[in-house]
């Protein structure tokens, strides 16, 4: 099974992304969506990114419609709602399946990992984050609650950058 950064994934505007650019940085992928009562994360995660950006942290958001219709939007509907309500700047990219029969391939292998103290399994909703160390494995995962300014969060992400590649 290949590793997390060894996939392909589409960017909000349609361009492949081959998500090796990423290798020897801290990655925090996160399942979004623009009409949850989570959503308020992206400023959240917005200021993670501004903080941690030059120190070789990246955060990848994959919209999916998975939970209660929650992201029906099309990627440029998606893109808008971003740039106007969050103003952000992270890497976003296509709408995606994150549950079910049709889930990406990179999501299988994510929820087929068991980070230390996680359990492995299905995205329970929205807003769902697996960090990815430098090493580019599976570090973390935490759940959609969560939210991305949370002690425990910006702990987990340090702790990873602190380590160097």
């Given amino acids: 099974m290949p590793a997390v950064l060894d996939y392909t994934m589409k960017s909000l505007d349609g361009h492949d992304v081959n998500l090796s650019k990423y290798k020897g940085n801290v990655v925090l992928m996160v399942n979004v969506a623009s009409r949850c009562g989570l959503t308020p994360q992206y400023k959240g995660l917005e200021a993670l990114h501004e903080k941690y950006k030059d120190q070789g942290f990246s955060i990848l958001g994959f919209p ?11 990627n440029e509907e998606i893109h808008q709602f971003c740039q106007k309500n ?17 889930k990406a391939s990179l999501y299988k292998y994510l929820t087929e990992q068991d980070p230390i103290g996680k359990t492995k399994g ?18 973390a995962r935490f759940e959609p609650k ?20």
């Avoid at 999916?64 to 099309?74: D, I, L, R, Y």
């Avoid at 939210?147 to 160097?164: G, N, R």
């Fill in 122 to 139: 299905d995205i329970s909703w929205n807003f769902e984050k697996f960090l990815i160390g430098r090493n580019g494995q599976v570090v």
């Fill in 64 to 74: 999916a419609n998975n939970f209660g219709q929650q992201e029906p939007g099309t």
């Fill in 146 to 165: 969560t939210t991305p300014e949370s002690p425990e969060v910006v702990k987990a992400i340090e702790i990873e950058l602190a380590k160097k590649p």
């Fill in 86 to 102: 969050y103003g952000v700047k992270f890497d976003m990219f296509s709408k995606i399946s994150v549950k079910g029969d049709d």
